[in-house]
């Protein structure tokens, strides 16, 4: 296909540029303890050999930044860190990695009282010391609460968008214009939407492109494959991360499915005419990362996909999160939630708490209340 690419602007990432015409990256994410350094390093090499132009790890204390201060001796790869809540670990991190991820919606957890504007001054001011590029990372569950008050609860794709463009207006007040966007949501189709209405404001800037929570293979490559086909067949898109939910010895599928929707688009093999059901069940689960903090996680989102099966013709969504970044939001608008801890499993019904199980008690749990949805619709 001769697809005509948005001019957005040039942004470097280690020996990668994005943008400006540059082919479009491929990434994914670390999904093994960042305090495991020779399990992180082995995690990067695989990716780095399948091909991944960029490699994520999550940094959430002081000793995960010390780690990676070991593992970027250890690999010449391109690296990008993730913070959430603490954002003073910029300073920590940036001399020893090539992106500094921050989501909009986590500045607000630590240092309540200080401005979001003095945060993000500062981490622009320390990627720019370090020679680091920064992404703008905006998520349907972890929208800016400030921001998504402003708008009606059924709303999400506004607040998402809105927070994207203040905080891109905000790095170019600073005069700090080495970064890219993303707005994903765990619907392809909304991911579609908020990119298209970002691009048509701001073109210029380049956009990281996913489905968040895409869940387990297939299923999860196709949702990715829905939304990036129309954006990447409109020139809309400058690197892109399939997030998949599998275990961490097959973290390479995620750039396998990458390169091959990328070499599928560009030959013209597109398959957006696929209807994924919007009229049946649908399970979500977030990929695999190093934030997770049961590996059972994985496991038991695959056992949710096989004991709902029963309930496929319903038009109802099961969320599976690992952790607790992505647990408590990222559970709301599902019909039913179940946000993962070390030992223990919340099971949530949209909003509300339905209880706190055992990994053993959980799916039980989770068919009772599926059953009760069910049953009520059908009353």
């Known amino acids: ?19 400006a015409g540059n082919p479009i990256a491929v990434q994914s ?8 350094i020779d399990a992180t390093v082995a995690q990067i090499g695989a990716l780095t050999d399948a091909g991944a132009d960029l490699v994520r790890i999550a940094v959430d204390s002081k000793k995960d930044a010390d780690c990676l201060v070991e593992i970027r001796r250890q690999t010449t790869a391109n690296l990008a860190v993730d913070l959430q809540e603490n954002y003073r670990l910029a300073e920590d991190v940036a001399p020893v990695v090539d992106k500094i991820r921050y989501n909009p919606g986590h500045l607000y ?3 309540r ?3 979001w504007q003095e945060k993000v001054r500062f981490i ?4 720019a010391e370090n020679d680091c590029a920064i992404r703008i990372g905006v998520n349907c569950g972890s929208v800016d609460p400030a921001k998504a008050s402003g708008y009606d609860r059924d709303d999400s794709m506004a607040p998402m968008l809105e927070s ?16 890219c966007v993303s707005l994903k949501d765990s619907n392809p189709q909304k991911v579609v939407d908020l990119n298209k209405r970002f691009s048509s404001r701001r073109s210029d800037v380049p956009l990281h492109l ?10 999860g490559i196709t949702k990715t494959r829905i939304a990036l086909e129309p954006l990447i067949g409109a020139g809309i898109g400058d690197t892109v991360r399939v997030s998949l939910t599998v275990a961490n010895d097959r973290k390479v599928e995620e750039i396998r499915a990458g390169k091959t929707i990328l070499a599928d688009i560009a030959a013209g093999r597109v398959r957006t005419v696929v209807d994924f059901g919007s009229d049946s069940l649908n399970i979500i689960s977030c990929p695999s990362c190093s934030r997770v903090e049961n590996e059972a996680f994985v496991e038991l989102a695959e056992q949710v996909r096989q004991v709902t099966r029963y309930a496929g013709q319903h038009p109802l969504t099961i969320a599976v999160m690992g952790c607790r970044v992505n647990g408590p939001g990222e559970t709301d608008d599902a019909d039913l939630g179940l946000w993962c801890g070390p030992k223990q499993v919340h099971l949530k019904r949209g ?12 799916l039980l749990k989770l068919k009772e209340e599926l059953d009760r949805i069910i049953s009520a619709v059908a009353g």
Do not use: K
Not at 29 to 36: S, W
Not at 351 to 359: A, E, K, N, R
């Open 1 to 19: 296909m001769d697809i005509q690419r948005n001019p957005t602007r040039p942004v470097r990432i280690g020996s990668v540029t994005i943008g």
């Open 29 to 36: 994410m670390t999904a093994t303890p960042t305090q495991n």
């Open 109 to 111: 957890h630590h240092m």
């Open 113 to 115: 009282d200080t401005p």
């Open 124 to 127: 622009a001011a320390v990627a």
């Open 164 to 179: 994207a463009l203040e905080h891109c207006a905000f790095l170019d007040d600073l005069q700090f214009t080495r970064y």
């Open 210 to 219: 996913g489905v968040t929570e895409a869940g387990m293979p297939p299923e």
């Open 351 to 362: 909003s509300d708490l339905v209880g706190i199980f055992s990994y053993d008690e959980i």
